[in-house]
């Protein structure tokens, strides 16, 4: 089985000020990890993923991802906030070593940056 | 790419009739798959296909739920019966038929059951 826990329902933050929104997963194999970001009444546009290499990734908007193995995590960042950046967050997996494709989401992190 | 598009984005019905969505995915994507989200949750996955192929189906795909992909291109998920809980987003996702696919999703259907 996987899963995946976002443990912040939100996090608040300052415009020009880093950002962290947290993420830890549970998979049996190889872990391929994304991270999804929503608009109101919008689907999902894809920002990131980790599948292998560099633990550092980097993806869309400014936003990076650091993959960490032995603490399970795959924390969205971002240096410098943006007031455009409030939206609902969310972060996947998928075991790698599967031929299954279904990504499994966390509940979502509602990310609001204050001017 | 035009990306993922879903029709309609809005239905209400009413609780017993039975509804069917549709989803065209990008062009060159052989994978489709399909997803429900419910208010303040994640995306949840129903099923997927690799061109008419249906490979995987969540539990959660009850009796009532069918879907369809016969030309490999677009694909359609009907609802039976329909209840209050089915209530959600049905939301849509597409990629290429690779290993390290990226799945893209589309703007979903909001469906309200009365």
């Known amino acids: 089985a996987q899963s995946v826990a976002q443990p912040e329902d939100q996090v608040n933050v300052a415009e020009g000020n880093p950002l962290t929104v947290k993420c830890t997963y549970s998979v049996s194999g190889n872990p391929y990890l994304f991270w999804y970001v929503q608009y109101p009444n919008r689907g999902l546009q894809f920002l990131l993923k980790?599948?292998?290499?560099?633990?550092l990734v980097k993806g869309s908007y400014g936003f990076e991802a650091e993959f960490n193995k032995s603490q399970t995590s795959f924390h969205l960042k971002k240096p410098s906030a943006l007031v455009s950046d409030s939206a609902l967050y969310f972060c996947a997996v998928r075991d790698g070593d599967t031929g299954r494709r279904a990504l499994t989401f966390g509940s979502g992190t509602r990310l609001q940056v204050q001017p | 790419d035009t990306g993922v598009s879903q029709n309609p984005r809005h239905k209400i019905t009413k609780r017993g009739q039975n509804v069917t969505f549709r989803c065209d995915p990008i062009s060159e994507h052989n994978r489709l798959y399909w997803y429900r989200q419910t208010l303040g949750q994640g995306p949840e996955f129903l099923t997927y296909f690799q061109n008419e192929a249906q490979l995987e189906k969540s539990r959660l795909l009850s009796d009532r739920f069918s879907a369809e992909r016969p030309k490999g291109s677009f694909s359609t998920l009907e609802i039976q019966r329909t209840e209050q809980g089915d209530s959600a987003m049905y939301l849509c996702?597409?990629?290429?038929?690779?290993?390290?696919?990226?799945?893209?999703f589309g703007p979903g259907t909001r469906l309200t059951v009365l």
């Open positions: 996702a597409s990629s290429r038929a690779t290993g390290l696919d990226t799945q893209y």
């Open positions: 980790y599948i292998t290499g560099d633990n």
